[in-house]
Each structure stands twice: as C-alpha cells, then as structure tokens.
C-alpha cells in the first residue's frame, strides 16, 4: 500500500506528494513504504501537528450548539445517500429529500407507500419531501443516524434504537422479509447502547454498559458470526471487536455497490482503527477477506474510509490503479491542517477517488472535496468541475458544528441552531420546499 500526501491551506491547495506509510498490521497483506519525500517548499510546514494524546475523546471536540433560532437543531446526519436528518432540540427528527428509492407502487389498484426513508409513514410527492417534517411517532432522541440506502436510525434517551426505511438486507433489525418499515421500529436483542451507526447493508452499536460492539444486517467475513446460508443476521454481539470499543463507523464503499457490502470501522483501546467489510483500511485488492479485524495502530478518532492520528493528521483510504487502470489495492492519503486547529469529524461517501468528502476543524471551519457538478463544494460548478484535494467552504454566515455529504448536495448544522444546505436539489435535498435541477452553490437555511 503506497501513501500520498495532501496539504489543507488556509488559503491555497498545495501539490500532491508522496510521504511515508503508518504503521499497521493485517493478516492478509503487509504494507508498503516508499520512504516519502518532504513537503514542497511553497507549502509551508505544517505548524498544526497535535500533540500525542489518549484515545479518550480524540483530543479538541466539535463547537456546541447555542440554540440562536427556532426550530433549533442539536445534531445533523447524512453520509452518501440523498436524504438527511436534523435532531431538533425537543427530541424530535426532522428530515428531507428523497424519500424512496423506486416510486410509489400500484397494487390491484392500490398506492403503496415507497421506502419511507423520511419516516412519514404514508405517501410522500417529491415536493413534499423537500420541506424538512419530523418523523411521524418519534420522540426523546438523543442521536441520529442516517444510512445511505434510504433508512435511518436514531437512540433515545433509554439507549433503546428505532430504525425505519428500507430494510432489504435486515439493516434495520428487523427480518429482510420486512423490505420496509414504514414507522420507526425498535431494534430488539440489543442491550442500551449510547450510539448507533448505519451504514447501506449494515447497521452497528456500541453498548452502554460492556462498551461491546453489536451488528445486524448483511454478513461479512471478519464478524465472527455464523449466519449459516442466511446473507443477513440479526442483532448480536460481535465477538472479533475486543471491548472497550471507543466509535464506530459503518461505511457504503462506491455509492452504485450498496450490494456489496459495508465496511465497519471501530476504534479499539490502545489507539487501535480495527476494520472489516469490503474496503479495508489496509489490504490489497482481490486476497482473501482477513477471518479478524484489519487493524491500524496510533489511531485517536475515526471517521468513514479515514482517521486522525495521533500527530493529529488526518488520514483516508482510496483506490491504488496501476498505468492501465486496474484497481490493485489502497493508497493512503494525508492532510496538514492548518494552524493549531484539530479536525473533530471527517467523513467520506466512499473509496473512489472523488468520493464526495469533508473535513471538519475544532474552529468551525469546513473543507469539502469530490466532484463538484451541482455546486455542492460551495462554488459555481462552471468554474470548478472538481476539487482534488480540500478546500474550505465560505459563505456560511457561522461556525459549522457537523456537517452531512450526500451524492451531490452538502448540509451544514451552525452555531445558532441553524441548518444551511447547499448543490444539488433535484430530489428536494436542500429543504427549501421546493424541487429543481439547477445547482445551487450558495447555501440557505433549510425551511
């Protein structure tokens, strides 16, 4: 595995270079280092390295809601798919855009309801699903997590999980038989967990009480369960994660492979980045699925297909191709950040190398990356078809505090309580209340 190096500016993107690999261990591939060369002298050295500190919080946390406006919203998810969902301050969801994958069906001459990725229940026009309403019998929420699939989970208050959607792999807990759940379903055979994440074909959670790690949904080699001829097992402990595990993160690969499965990313004691699934954070293309865990040592937060070190650089996994073209395994690629400002949350939608991706600083500052087609990395697309490495979202009128990537469209949760969004809006992805195919680069508060 080879490893790349990108530099996040305050005001310019540098060069791509080559640096020197982490250190890891995998059973199925070691991994390469080229040695690396130092940065490009127009860069600047980076002057953000973190100091080396414990895997307890991952260091500088997230800025805090103030709750300047109403409705106020806590916390924002959406990662890879087209819809999102906001929690708002009084426990309740709200969420917005597509509602299903296929249009509603006609059976002897009844409208059934499509995947219900918005939890309302019913039927829901397009135009309908552009304006954010909250999920129809649900309260006391205290997480939310949106998958890329078209279905959603939340944890309330008791630790219990609800989930509703599209359930085709049993990645909402209940049997795939149940192809959708049209109202928020708790999820037996979990104990109370204090966070649960949903990825396209498989869900997971962290316990409250044994920090164990709980999957469901679609089978992978790695977990250490037998599904037997069963593709899809339900909610259970997974025994191949040690305890205690510190995050999780489930991951949808490229975003046309929700078949293919997801890949699951813990953060383990000692600074450990334990994963399974279908992409790796080491491995090479085409060897056998590791029968445990891959894991990646000085690891101190996670986040989908990347990391933050412990030197405080951030860290994601994409594609290696050979001169012909031909995926033969996984570069690493890293970030400087700029100043002494640490990044407290990084997210990508998948493996590929424009996979829609962002990056989020403890000051509040927001960095976007991928392709740029309907506006979605802030700028007019006529001018900037792409962005290769990271550059910071402007314009936002506050300090962002979590911050959603869909397929081409990005959400941004302020300070104030308000949700800002921004690209495309074709599926009513921006929440205004309305549906078109323009892009959109500046963004607006949701309505």
């Known amino acids: 595995m080879k490893r790349r190096t990108m530099f996040l500016l305050p005001s310019a993107i540098a060069c791509l270079i080559i640096a020197s690999c982490t250190s890891a ?18 860069a600047g050295a980076p002057d953000a390295v973190a100091d080396a500190r414990p ?15 109403e409705p106020c919203y806590l916390a924002l998810s959406g990662n890879g798919g087209e819809h999102t969902c906001g929690l708002v301050k009084d426990g309740t969801v709200r969420c917005w855009g597509r509602d299903s994958m296929t249009p509603p069906q006609s059976v002897d001459g009844i409208v059934e309801p499509g995947d219900n990725a918005l939890g309302r229940g019913g039927l829901v026009s397009a135009l309908e699903s552009a304006t954010p309403q909250p999920v129809s019998g649900l309260g006391n929420v205290t997480q939310i997590s949106v998958g890329s699939n078209f279905g959603t989970c939340a944890r309330t208050s008791d630790g219990s999980v609800f989930c509703w959607g599209r359930n085709d792999y049993g990645q909402l807990g209940r ?62 402990r997974v025994s191949t994660f040690r305890p ?49 865990p891959a894991e990646i040592e000085g690891v101190a937060r996670i986040g989908a297909f990347a990391f933050v070190g ?106 104030s309580g308000e949700i ?9 992805e921006l929440g205004r209340g309305s549906i078109d195919w323009l892009a959109h680069p500046e963004a607006e508060a949701i309505r």
């Open 420 to 428: 800002k969004c921004w690209g495309a809006n074709g599926n009513g």
């Open 175 to 236: 049997p795939a038989s149940e192809a959708r759940l049209l109202t928020p379903t708790r999820v037996e055979g979990l104990p109370p967990v204090d966070e649960v994440q949903l990825g396209a074909v498989t869900a997971c959670a962290i316990g409250s009480a044994d920090r164990a790690l709980y999957c469901w949904g679609q089978w992978m080699t790695g977990l250490g369960v037998d599904a037997g001829d069963d593709p899809t097992f339900a909610p259970q």
């Open 244 to 292: 205690p595990v510190h995050a999780v993160v489930v991951g949808a690969g490229h975003r046309d492979e929700l078949s293919g499965g997801d890949t699951i990313m813990a953060l383990l004691d000692g600074g450990i980045l334990a994963s399974v699934g279908r992409h790796l954070a080491v491995g090479t293309i085409g060897s056998e699925p590791p029968s445990r």
């Open 25 to 42: 261990t995998v059973d199925s591939a070691p991994v390469e280092s080229d040695g690396g060369s130092p940065p490009p002298a127009e």
């Open 55 to 69: 895997v307890d919080d991952g260091g500088t946390k997230a800025l805090e809601v103030e709750c300047k406006v």
């Open 310 to 415: 412990y030197d405080g650089l951030v860290t994601r996994w994409s594609y290696l191709q050979d001169a012909f073209g031909s995926t033969t395994g996984f570069v690493h690629e890293t970030l400087y950040l700029p100043a002494r400002a640490e990044v407290v949350d990084v997210k990508l939608g998948g493996v590929e190398a424009l996979a829609q991706g962002g990056a989020l600083l403890s000051t509040g500052r927001l960095f976007r990356w991928g392709l740029n087609s309907s506006g979605t990395l802030g700028v007019d697309p006529s001018t900037e078809a792409r962005a290769n490495y990271p550059r910071e979202v402007t314009g936002l009128g506050g300090q962002v505090v979590s911050f959603a990537t869909m397929r081409s469209s990005t959400c941004a949760l302020l300070v």
